[in-house]
């Protein structure tokens, strides 16, 4: 029923861009707030961005300025454009949706950021 769906992974070399996507159904997008995380072999998951039903957002202190959460209601998706790519960031990116009472997630992009 509920399907978050990214898109937009690859490989890139340092200092490269991509712009990751996340296609929403079987919610009420506009009143849930949205996040990317992303988990590395081996470590935790944690959050990368968040944006408010609201739109304000937060970011890891290790991605402020270089990357950028937004969210298209009339379209059902939410963005992560990312720039300035470290291999630190290599990682694979999950998309959820959350309210009160109920938290989603996508299946995840692979994200690879190496010469």
């Known amino acids: 029923q509920v399907q978050l769906v990214e898109s937009g992974g690859g490989l890139v070399q340092p200092g490269g861009s991509l712009r990751l996507s996340c296609a929403a159904s079987?919610?009420?997008?506009?009143?849930?707030?949205m996040g990317w995380y992303r988990q590395a072999p081996g470590k935790q998951r944690e959050l990368v961005a968040a944006i408010t039903s609201g739109g304000m957002t937060n970011y890891a202190d290790s991605v402020k300025g270089r990357f950028t959460i937004s969210r298209d209601n009339a379209k059902n998706t939410v963005y992560l454009q990312m720039i300035g790519l470290k291999p630190e960031d290599t990682a694979v990116y999950y998309c959820?949706?959350?309210?009160?009472?109920?938290?989603?997630w996508g299946q995840g992009t692979q994200v690879t950021v190496s010469s």
């Open positions: 079987g919610i009420i997008f506009s009143i849930y707030a």
């Open positions: 959820n949706a959350r309210r009160v009472g109920a938290s989603e």
